[in-house]
Nanobody, 121 residues
Framework: QLQLVESGGGLVQSGGSLRLSCAAS????????MAWYRQSPGKQRELVAV???????EYVDSVKGRFTISRDNANNTVILQMNSLKPEDTAVYYC???????????????WGQGTQVTVSS
């Protein structure tokens, strides 16, 4: 089981950058695939990026080329570097472990409290 704490959100102007961090406590962190999700008001939570236990990243099309996910297994941390932010990136961002269902990634039930990202135009 993992306990996850997100940080690094804030208010930024369009075109700006933020670096989100997720601190994980629990055993065998390096064996988990880790992901960042986001949820905007009135919308379903969506997968933004995932990094496999083998350090392979994947991104949703809307953030490709702008966001970078990385992990530090020595410090049980997952990072989401967000550049060229747009107002439509405004959301609460969550990290979580994920598993591959065969056709898509699905989250495990280790949700943290999330961190708010607001991008002004």
């Amino acid at each position: 089981q993992l306990q996850l704490v997100e940080s690094g959100g804030g208010l930024v102007q369009s075109g700006g950058s933020l670096r989100l961090s997720c601190a994980a406590s629990g055993r065998l962190f390096s064996m988990y695939h880790m992901a960042w999700y986001r949820q905007s008001p009135g919308k379903q939570r969506e997968l933004v990026a995932v990094i496999s236990s083998g350090d392979r990243p994947e991104y949703v099309d809307s953030v490709k080329g702008r966001f970078t996910i990385s992990r530090d297994n020595a410090n049980n941390t997952v990072i989401l570097q967000m550049n060229s932010l747009k107002p439509e990136d405004t959301a609460v961002y969550y990290c979580n472990a994920a598993y591959w269902m065969g056709t898509a990634w699905a989250p495990l039930d280790y949700w943290g409290q999330g961190t708010q990202v607001t991008v002004s135009s």
